[in-house]
């Protein structure tokens, strides 16, 4: 019998490569009772909601479908509008991450092929300096921030997709 390491090497390479889509994100949303939603091909998840939650906002899903975010909106103790105040990332039928912020968050936005997240907080009112930070999926640690106009051209490449 002649072995093919090489072809079999390649064979599971192509493997590793194929998208798993038994467990493609396809939505998320919230229910009456503002508990989240995920589903999947496979299944629907739900998370209960978080005390004093009314809602989520800024949805996206990645490309591959396998990793999804939101913003968390919480009731405002002012009377006012929802506050944005927690950033969450689910991946692999899970919450993978979830930044919660001194301020409110204005935009996010997957980096690098989802591996980090690069967002932007500020005052509900009154922003004089877009303050933006980029975070590393796996670890959570902080890569990068910046303070600065959003509108600048000059600005980090990984702000691009962050606005007011």
Known sequence: MIRKPLATASLFAFALAIPTFGNSILRVYTDERHNIHLLTTGKDTVIA????????????????????????????????PPIAGKLVVWRDLRILRSF????????????????????????????????????????????????????????????KQLNH
């Open 100 to 159: 919660p912020a001194d301020q409110v968050f204005w935009s996010w936005a997957f980096e690098h092929d989802t591996e980090q997240v690069a967002y932007h907080v500020g005052p509900a009112h009154g922003e004089t300096v877009s303050h933006c930070e980029l975070h590393d999926l796996r670890t959570g640690r902080l890569l990068s921030s910046w303070d600065g106009d959003l509108d600048t051209s000059g600005r980090p490449a990984w702000t």
């Open 49 to 80: 909601a978080e005390e004093n939650q009314v809602g989520i906002d800024a949805v996206k899903i990645s490309e591959n479908k396998q990793v999804a975010g939101w913003i968390i909106l919480y009731r405002n103790p002012d009377g006012g």
